[in-house]
């Protein structure tokens, strides 16, 4: 199907669309700073500009649109039936640009949080989901260690001879 927008038309409206200061990055700033939480918006120093920096929990939070990002299954992602080959590429880069950017933080020391338009858009189930997300936050989770300690159980102590010496 032919767009029904002239190119200067389709562009003026893309160019409209906002990075920063979206309603769902809105509702999720308000909340948190409702429970007391503050934080930095888009630092630019950070790999990503992530949309909240919560300092004291060395955590950062992204909101991400449902079409931008490429959110599977989601009811608000549908690639568009023109211009395919650009909209899978451009939404190919941003998948890759977000792992690497979550990479990035975490291996700085980062707890990084992905939160998708879809989640809190509605706003039946929206207050339960933002209090998960605030236990997400100021809840330390416990690491595994990166090795385990084998139990007693463990060693196999039928492969030693029983009986005498």
Same mark, same amino acid.
């Not at 209090?131 to 260690?145: A, F, R, T």
């Given at each position: 199907?032919?767009?029904?927008?002239?190119?200067?038309?389709?562009?003026?409206?893309?160019?409209?669309?906002?990075?920063?200061?979206?309603?769902?990055?809105?509702?999720?700033?308000?909340?948190?700073?409702?429970?007391?939480?503050?934080?930095?918006?888009?630092?630019?120093?950070?790999?990503?500009?992530?949309?909240?920096?919560?300092?004291?929990?060395?955590?950062?939070?992204?909101?991400?649109?449902?079409?931008?990002?490429?959110?599977?299954?989601?009811?608000?992602?549908?690639?568009?039936?023109?211009?395919?080959?650009?909209?899978?590429?451009?939404?190919?880069?941003?998948?890759?640009?977000?792992?690497?950017?979550?990479?990035?933080?975490?291996?700085?020391?980062?707890?990084?949080?992905?939160?998708?338009?879809?989640?809190?858009?509605?706003?039946?189930?929206?207050?339960?989901? @933002?209090?998960?997300?605030?236990?997400?936050?100021?809840?330390?989770?416990?690491?595994? @260690?990166?090795?385990?300690?084998?139990?007693?159980?463990?060693?196999?102590?039928?492969?030693?001879?029983?009986?005498?010496?």
């Amino acid at each position: 199907m032919a767009d029904t927008m002239t190119p200067e038309q389709r562009s003026r409206c893309m160019a409209a669309i906002k990075g920063k200061d979206t309603k769902p990055e809105m509702i999720v700033r308000k909340y948190l700073f409702s429970r007391g939480l503050r934080y930095r918006v888009n630092n630019r120093k950070l790999p990503g500009s992530p949309d909240i920096v919560l300092k004291k929990y060395k955590t950062v939070i992204f909101v991400d649109g449902c079409f931008w990002h490429a959110h599977r299954g989601c009811k608000y992602y549908r690639l568009p039936k023109s211009n395919v080959d650009f909209w899978r590429a451009k939404i190919a880069r941003n998948i890759a640009r977000d792992y690497v950017n979550n990479v990035d933080l975490e291996l700085a020391g980062w707890k990084v949080i992905r939160v998708w338009e879809c989640e809190i858009r509605a706003v039946r189930g929206r207050e339960e989901y @933002l209090d998960k997300l605030y236990e997400k936050i100021v809840k330390p989770v416990s690491k595994p @260690l990166p090795y385990s300690i084998p139990e007693e159980e463990d060693y196999d102590v039928a492969a030693e001879p029983e009986g005498e010496l």
